[in-house]
């Protein structure tokens, strides 16, 4: 790669192979934790990034603003797993909360107790699963409109802003493809020596699904299921993320309270440019993509009584 290059065309060659390196350093930027917060006993799930309203929601019922990482209210009844609905200004917790995203206030209450959650800007919809239930939102009117079987010991899942839903099935490390209309499980993508399966995050540009399996990232095409790429990690992700500006992908490894940085080179090439100390034995990730940051959590404490939620910023 950095042989001399002694012809037009090669130094041409030599010299963009360079730059490559180069801006993906760039991009990774050597993320470091700028801020760490301890938030009492309070526990915490899916934590989820409005990017359009500037605030991270999923620690307990406390919301952030991500402009200045501080706690600017709550959600009264609110807890981890949020659906956000910004282009219909309403917010779905999976335990049966609806709010208000501008002020935040309670709406509603619907019978729910989901695990996963996701909004699919397509239809106006909140999914949430758990076990062989779950249960669809119209989040334009905060009714309960659907209970479809879309399949059992669902995990993660993430929308392609296109009408699908893919999904883990934890278990058997498979992903499942859902049509956000018809309810229809279109496909099954079986995935090898996956192991379990947590969490997941999309490239929806380039179609890339990023699972994380139980000691590798696996990338798999979004439209076919074929495994494009797989990258060792310390430990499973509950829960990874994905930025699209930098295209850099983030595997939370709770074993040894590091984050894998992942750079998506082209849609088939990928490279782990980095691997970050978080502070604590975080397994649970979300990116700012305005920003950059990502946010993990973590406990701090001998037992699950005396354990107090800490919040860390990463930033390039």
Known sequence: MFRTCVVAAAVAACASSTLTVSTVRAQAGHYHV??????????????????????????????????????????????????IA??????FVRSGVLFDLNTLAVTGHLDTKGDGIRYDPVTHRAFTWEGTNAWVVDMKTGALIAKPNIGDGLESGVADGKGKLFQNVEDTGFVERVDTKSYKIEDTYKIPHCGRAQGLAMDNASRRLFMACDTEMVVVNADNGSVVSRIRVPSRADENAFDPGTKLAFNANRVDSTMTVVHEDSPDKFTVVEKVPTGGGARTCAVDEKTHKVYVFYYDGTSRETAQLVLAVLAP
């Open 34 to 83: 700028v801020k760490r917060m301890v938030l009492g006993h309070t526990r915490a799930d899916y934590i989820i990034v409005d990017p359009v309203g500037r605030r991270l929601y999923g620690l307990g019922d406390m919301v952030f603003d991500v402009d200045k990482d501080t706690v600017i209210g709550k959600v009264e009844g609110g807890g981890g797993g949020y659906a």
């Open 86 to 91: 910004a282009d219909e200004n309403r917010g």
